[in-house]
């Protein structure tokens, strides 16, 4: 075998057998459908190049400027852009949760932000550092095949300049949050705190001063959900939470108020896909 075929040869090994640590994308079209708050086992980094109005990250909705990278841990709730027919431009790269602790080096306090209970942060890349970020997202996506070190080195670079860039960053931007914002990010903290209780728009408009039906047209008009999906989807990630820390489906089920077992079974299965018995189990 030549020293040629060698090379090519280990260039096609993969290192992960089953399915690979990231993916990686980039993304210049309309939005075929609107995508409003969720969340998922996997952090998120997403380099936007069209202004976003409305970005959710936790229980804070603000203005977010073309040019900005946005870094979002495992089970973050989050909406980054939700109209259809309006064309984003974006690259993205997404690491699955259960990825993170081998391909990160568990324990790498470098990277927890990136990891389950971990903060969003946002990033201002100056224009050679946007230049230098795309040319980094670039490199990752012309490696078709994820699994081998080439697909590695390229990760990994695209990753270095996220960590310089965190570390330049020394103060906090702040960013336009409009008036009508504020009071949905005021909203939001007071669902978060009271999501065990069984909260009813009536007596949320109370607390807050406002007419029930101005409130909720309010969030929606922001949030782009009915306050109800928003608190649901806010519970199931809960519950994600408390069965990945070793509770029952039954546990879960009383600390989060539901009233009966299988409200909550058919409720988790809808937002996540599979039952929470089964969620349990594999994570």
Sequence with gaps: MTHSETEKKRSQISLFPVDPPFDAAYRNADAPVPVGPHSHNAAEIYFTLTDLPDVLLNDTVLAVPAGTLIVIPSFCVHQLYHESGVRYQRY????????????????????????????????????????????????????????????????????????????????????????????????????????????????????????????ARLFKRHMHVPIGHYITLQRISMAETLLREGKTVSEVQEYLGY?????????????????????????
């Design 92 to 215: 993205i790269l997404t690491i699955p949760e259960k990825w993170l602790g081998c391909v990160l080096c568990e324990g790498a306090s470098d990277f927890a932000y990136l990891e389950d209970n971990g903060t969003p942060v946002l990033l201002f890349p100056d224009e050679e550092q946007k230049k230098e970020l795309i040319a980094r997202f670039d490199e990752l996506l012309s490696v078709k095949d994820r699994t081998t070190p080439e697909a590695m080195v390229a990760f990994f670079r695209l990753l270095g300049n996220i960590q310089a860039l965190k570390k330049e960053q020394k103060k906090t931007r702040p960013l336009p949050v409009s008036a009508s914002q504020k009071k949905v990010n005021a909203i939001i903290s007071y669902l978060t705190e009271h999501l065990r209780e069984n909260i009813c728009i009536a007596d949320l408009a109370s607390h807050f001063y406002m007419n029930p039906d101005y409130l």
């Design 259 to 283: 009233s009966s077992y299988a409200h909550f079974f058919r409720t988790f299965q809808k937002i996540t896909g599979i039952s929470p018995s089964r969620y349990r189990r594999i994570n």
